[in-house]
T-cell receptor, first 114, second 113 residues
Framework: AQKITQTQPGMFVQEKEAVTLDCTYDTSDPSYGLFWYKQPSSGEMIFLIY??????QNATEGRYSLNFQKARKSANLVISASQLGDSAMYFC???????????FGTGTRLTVIP | DSGVTQTPKHLITATGQRVTLRCSPR?????VYWYQQSLDQGLQFLIQYYNGEERAKGNILERFSAQQFPDLHSELNLSSLELGDSALYFCASSGGTENTEAFFGQGTRLTVV
């Protein structure tokens, strides 16, 4: 079974609008970490935001916030006030305790329209 | 800048050849991870080293091997290369605890012709 599922292969958003990128995960461990990365066309993987399973509040980093719904096992990324530079692939990832790597989803390609 | 350095950025080589990819982790990070990103397989975890020792193995082929040296830099060796090995190879490093983000290098784009 897929540990991380991103169901949106591509998304479009108007500049200055907010957009939500979906991510659901599958784990039986009560302790885990969830991550979002951005991969622009240049190829590098840029860490955006982290949410721990025991964190009481949703993580925020500038224009990025994580809508964490534990019971639904979802960790959606919200980007507010989209900018042209936000156009990129976005990957959701999870790490379980004892696991020594990040499981990645298949990614969502976001295109910001001027 | 993530602080993780990968060299070379691009590599073109012929089938059957052997190449070495190099990674310098962020200062203080003990864990190094290698990932392969191809169009049809997405991001695949290959192998992890922690402070010089192999910690975890993923979908790494027997033709591939890696090591981490005492100064914590790591090398990924790919041998008997095939066309299907063409991909973007990432190195990432982290502090080593479970819920610590991994910072990625810029990747090495390998093209096998």
């Amino acid at each position: 079974a897929q540990k991380i599922t991103q169901t949106q292969p591509g998304m479009f958003v108007q500049e200055k609008e907010a957009v939500t990128l979906d991510c659901t995960y599958d784990t039986s461990d009560p302790s885990y970490g969830l991550f979002w990365y951005k991969q622009p066309s240049s190829g590098e993987m840029i860490f955006l935001i982290y949410q721990g399973s025991y964190d009481q509040q949703n993580a925020t980093e500038g224009r990025y916030s994580l809508n964490f719904q534990k019971a639904r096992k979802s960790a959606n990324l919200v980007i507010s006030a989209s900018q042209l530079g936000d156009s990129a692939m976005y990957f959701c990832a999870m790490r379980e305790p004892g696991a020594n790597n990040l499981f990645f989803g298949t990614g969502t390609r976001l295109t910001v329209i001027p | 800048d993530s602080g993780v350095t990968q060299t070379p950025k691009h590599l073109i080589t012929a089938t059957g050849q052997r190449v070495t990819l190099r990674c310098s982790p962020r200062s203080g990070d003990l864990s190094v991870y290698w990932y392969q990103q191809s169009l049809d397989q997405g991001l695949q975890f290959l192998i992890q080293y922690y402070n010089g020792e192999e910690r975890a193995k993923g979908n790494i082929l027997e033709r591939f091997s890696a090591q981490q040296f005492p100064d914590l830099h790591s090398e990924l060796n790919l041998s008997s290369l095939e066309l299907g090995d063409s991909a973007l190879y990432f190195c990432a490093s982290s502090g080593g605890t479970e819920n610590t983000e991994a910072f990625f290098g810029q990747g090495t784009r390998l093209t096998v012709v």
